[in-house]
């Protein structure tokens, strides 16, 4: 709304990673720290990740109390084998899931359905207070989010409108609570 002008192209793509100095992307966000010289990041705050489920799933099929519990419940999985997040490996090996979506959102969605047990990240997790923490001594991966554009893009109004706004929406990650939740 403050930039009505300004035109996105969103990529929500997770299986590709755009080269940013190729300008095959003007910036993008990643779970990874930039690697090249050329490139300018900030770091936009810490994702902290627990295991969750619905009432209704809890209510059906019991609470794990142990990590080795899990075996015995429908588990949420993101991504596929090449995923960056192996979320449910709280103890090895991997386990089996019965649901393996490659977005979070839906992750959460399913869960939220009663589904299964996923692990997702907590400020997500608190937009759906009625969601139960699964093991709530076992955390899950932490891991920090990056915003990075070329440094030839310095700039460029474009990528610092986005760049505030991204930061601005992304205020609840540098918060203690969502990072240790």
């Not at 209704?56 to 609470?63: D, R």
């Not at 015995?72 to 386990?95: K, Q």
Request: proline share 7%; with cysteine.
């Amino acid at each position: 709304r403050k930039h009505p002008d300004l035109n996105l192209d969103l990529r929500l793509d997770d299986s590709r990673e755009y080269d940013l100095l190729k300008l095959e992307a003007e910036c993008a966000i990643r779970l990874w720290a930039a690697d090249k010289a050329d490139l300018i990041q900030r770091k936009l705050g810490t994702v902290a990740t627990n295991l969750y489920a619905a009432p209704e799933y809890l209510k059906a099929y019991g609470m794990p109390r142990t990590p080795q519990d899990l075996d015995n419940h429908r588990i949420i999985a993101y991504g596929d084998e090449s995923s960056l997040l192996d979320v449910m490996s709280f103890d090895s090996p991997p386990r089996q899931a019965a649901l393996k979506v490659n977005n979070v959102f839906a992750m959460l969605r399913a869960v939220d359905a009663g589904l299964g047990i996923a692990d997702v990240p907590d400020y997500m997790a608190s937009t759906m207070p009625r969601l139960v923490k699964v093991l709530p001594e076992t955390v899950g991966p932490i891991f920090d989010l990056y915003f990075i554009y070329p440094s030839d893009l310095r700039r460029s109004k474009r990528v610092a409108a986005f760049r505030d706004f991204i930061t601005a929406e992304t205020e609840i990650l540098r918060r203690p609570a969502m990072r240790h939740n």
